[in-house]
């Protein structure tokens, strides 16, 4: 059978569910994701040993160790896999809330209700932890959905989604809401890009390639999410009992993912004092540091930085570093470089924060805090679809309410026009 009848079967399967899925009852969601949990957690040794294969292929191939780190899974990781879907069956239930009502003078009484939009593409490479997250969010706000994971990743997602769809059809939900394409061609991506009749919006998860493909070959709509090309500017009134700790984590903690920080801006008015200590504890922990020449001249056991690096997504253990004139300058260079994901500045002054947050043009604006926290999971949605880079219908970590649209339901008595 060809790739696209193939893509297109799986996605009928799933038009047919969502038809089914919208009228859900919140309980049966909330049963089968806490199915889906203990499921997980029950059949962790296959999960982990699934994951061992899609591992040893990885190394064979020479993956890099960044991508290595995306693509593993342990207890731990599984254990907060299982946690989301938990965390979801804790939210409240997007589908059916009304959120506008009104009664016009002719008596029509117009409300307008949550509901979802029906099939949900998911494309995402090396993070089988997407795999769960997409499940657990499309069954909440009641679409079905079609995965398709990358290669890296075949057989752990192979795997989860067994497990999640055993779980859930157990309690009721239609098998085909979980729909997973285990076909490793690219032109499958492709082929899920053209299904504008099955497919109501497609999600790319993962780098700037995949990204692009998906959004310059979709007729189908697509919800961006992003590459991070994150910042964090320290401030002239900068604590550094504050700052040292959060740059550092900004980037150590897990230099793979998303919300890493990948640029560093120093006001000059702290450089000579500030630098050297964020660089003696960055070059402890690894870090490759790439400065301008003003940091070359405080610290030159630096790489040269070059223009390329301050628009590069790095995730790894290598940093971009720049001396700034001021706040100014700090907004211009974020604005001109960042991919509008997560941006930060660590200072005393109350105005100058507030200016950053107006000013700088991301999806998530911190002060005095890690951009590693642009997460779904730590904003209390439970899980999340994405991080949305983009400006239409959903902005930073999407959780259940991002996966739904709106209807208008009017009630007459006879009116005409």
């Not at 991508?67 to 879907?85: H, Q, V, W």
């Not at 706040?327 to 100058?352: F, G």
């Not at 991080?387 to 009630?411: C, F, N, V, W």
Request: proline fraction near 3%.
């Amino acid at each position: 059978m060809l790739i696209k009848e193939v893509v297109m079967n799986h996605a009928k399967l799933a038009k047919a569910a969502a038809l089914r899925m919208s009228a859900l009852t919140t309980e049966m969601k909330n049963s089968a994701l806490l199915a889906m949990a203990e499921a997980l957690e029950k059949r962790q040794d296959e999960v982990l040993k699934a994951n061992a294969e899609d591992l040893e292929i990885a190394r064979q191939r020479g993956t890099r160790s960044n991508m290595i780190d995306r693509l593993t899974l342990n207890a731990k990781r599984i254990a907060d896999m299982a946690e989301g879907l938990r965390q979801t069956a804790r939210l409240p239930d997007p589908i059916g809330a009304v959120d506008f009502e009104v009664t016009r003078p002719n008596g029509l009484k117009i409300r307008r209700v949550r509901v979802p939009f029906g099939v949900v593409g998911i494309i995402y490479e090396a993070r089988p932890n997407v795999t769960v997250d997409a499940a657990a969010l499309c069954l909440k706000s009641g679409n079905a959905c079609v995965l398709r994971g990358g290669s890296e990743a075949i057989h752990t997602n192979k795997k989860l989604t067994d497990i999640l769809i055993e779980a859930e059809t157990s309690c009721g939900i239609p098998k085909s809401a979980i729909e997973f394409i285990d076909l490793t061609d690219r032109d499958a991506v492709i082929a899920m890009c053209r299904l504008r009749k099955l497919i109501d919006v497609i999600i790319p998860r993962g780098g700037a390639g995949l990204i692009t493909r998906v959004v310059e070959h979709s007729t189908v709509p697509v919800i961006e999410t992003g590459t991070g090309v994150c910042h964090i500017y320290v401030d002239k009134a900068a604590n550094f009992e504050i700052a040292l700790p959060v740059v550092l984590t900004a980037k150590i903690s897990r230099p793979s993912v998303c919300n890493a920080m990948e640029t560093l801006l120093i006001d000059e008015t702290i450089a000579e004092k500030f630098l050297p200590q964020i660089a003696k504890l960055m070059i402890e922990n690894n870090v490759e540091l790439r400065g301008d020449e003003r940091c070359l001249e405080i610290f030159p056991k630096m790489k040269p930085a070059t223009l390329e690096d301050w628009a590069t997504e790095y995730n790894d253990l290598i940093l971009s570093v720049k001396i700034v004139d001021g706040i100014d300058e700090a907004i211009h260079h974020i604005n001109r470089y960042n991919t509008q994901h997560s941006d930060a500045i660590i200072t005393e002054d109350r105005a100058a924060a507030e200016k950053f947050q107006t000013l700088v043009d991301s999806a998530c604006v911190y002060v005095n805090a890690s951009t590693r926290f642009t997460d779904g999971f730590e904003f209390g949605f439970g899980a999340e679809i994405g991080i949305s880079t983009q400006k239409l219908h959903a902005r930073g970590p999407m959780g259940l309410e991002a996966l739904t649209t709106m209807k208008y339901l009017i009630d007459g008595d006879g009116q005409t026009r």
